[in-house]
């Protein structure tokens, strides 16, 4: 039996449906990529939300997945040349509170989230042709990420019940997180050690890869 606790849902009720977004607060820098999932990693949100899609009860019966997002939950300090005017500095304040993650791709939920559809708030606007640009999914899509997720979680769970506990740090682009951990002596992690290391692609190729495509942990 696992639990987890959701830091943030909110819901948003259209045309007799409930969709729900799941909110991750973080003090650091944490930024959103579906080639992470892929691979098994930074999976936590979209499990919330795909538990509270297939297994919710009460308020959350029935719902929709609208999307992810990771929110800075930090002081924003800006730091600027001298001379840059209050305008410059108050739009780097606000890029550095800009959420991350996957939204719904759809408009009024997008609306329902940052009714400017700039950008501002949510890594997704709607330009002018009318068509929503940035980090997007389809319903399906969302279907596929889901069956993707769970297919890992399954293999994760038959490789602890084998005995596969073995330190195997995994990174973009030559960067592993043990440089960060500070109990990385514990599970005997060095330079050398063993790892897996995967470039970052884009999301459109992800989701492609996930599409009746085969979990890769």
């Known amino acids: 039996w696992v639990e987890g606790k959701i830091d943030r849902v909110d819901v948003m009720e259209k045309s007799g449906s409930k969709y729900v977004r799941v909110v991750d607060y973080k003090s650091g820098i944490k930024t959103f990529n579906l080639t992470d999932v892929y691979y098994g990693i930074n999976m936590q949100m979209l499990i919330y939300l795909f538990a509270i899609w297939e297994k919710g009860k009460g308020k959350y ?113 030559g960067e592993l997180p043990c440089r960060f951990c500070d109990y990385k002596t514990v599970c005997g992690v060095e330079e050398d050690s063993e790892s897996v290391n995967y470039q970052k692609m884009k999301d459109r190729e992800v989701l492609n890869m996930m599409e009746g495509g085969e979990a890769h942990g």
């Open 61 to 173: 019966d029935g719902s929709v997945p609208a999307g992810v997002l990771y929110m800075p939950a930090r002081d924003a300090v800006v730091s600027s040349e001298r001379g840059t005017s209050p305008e410059d500095i108050g739009k780097e304040y606000d890029k550095m509170l800009r959420m991350n993650g996957l939204v719904l791709d759809d408009i009024d939920i997008i609306r329902g989230m940052d009714h400017t559809a700039s950008g501002l708030f949510i890594p997704v606007k709607i330009g002018s042709g009318g068509a929503p640009s940035g980090s997007v999914a389809t319903l399906k899509e969302l279907g596929d990420i889901k069956r993707h997720v769970e297919d890992l979680i399954v293999q994760m769970a038959s490789s602890l019940k084998q005995g596969d506990v073995n330190a195997l740090p995994k990174g973009t682009g």
